[in-house]
């Protein structure tokens, strides 16, 4: 079974940019269709990007021309830059399969933005 280990986060200013990682072990997710969901406090987790096994990208509405997400097989690693940032963008970052797999949420990685 595949397993993420997020990180990059941290606190940033409004109109900052930040890249999260989502390093994969276990299986091989390339063959699967990996994105980026993020829980704010007292909401649901959301998907905010997602990215096909040959490379299709989707993002949220309120996200699209600031995050962008990518990956490198060769590293296993799926990618969220966030530019522009914004307050409502605060919120825990996680990473997973798409749709969702719920045996494989892992920690997350804490995206903080104020001033």
């Known amino acids: 079974q595949v397993q993420f280990v997020e990180s990059g986060g941290g606190l940033v200013q409004p109109g900052g940019s930040l890249r999260l990682s989502c390093a994969a072990s276990?299986?091989?997710?390339?063959?699967?269709?990996v994105g980026w969901y993020r829980q704010a406090p007292g909401n649901q987790r959301e998907l905010v990007a997602g990215?096909?096994?040959?490379?299709?990208?989707r993002y949220a509405d309120y996200v699209k021309g600031r995050f962008t997400i990518s990956k490198d097989m060769a590293k296993k690693t799926v990618y969220l830059q966030m530019t522009s940032l914004k307050p409502e963008d605060t919120a825990v970052y996680y990473c997973?399969?798409?749709?969702?797999?719920?045996?494989?949420w892992g920690q997350g990685t804490l995206v903080t933005v104020s001033s």
């Open positions: 997973n399969l798409d749709p969702p797999d719920r045996e494989v």
């Open positions: 276990g299986t091989d997710f390339n063959p699967s269709a």
């Open positions: 990215i096909g096994r040959f490379g299709s990208l």
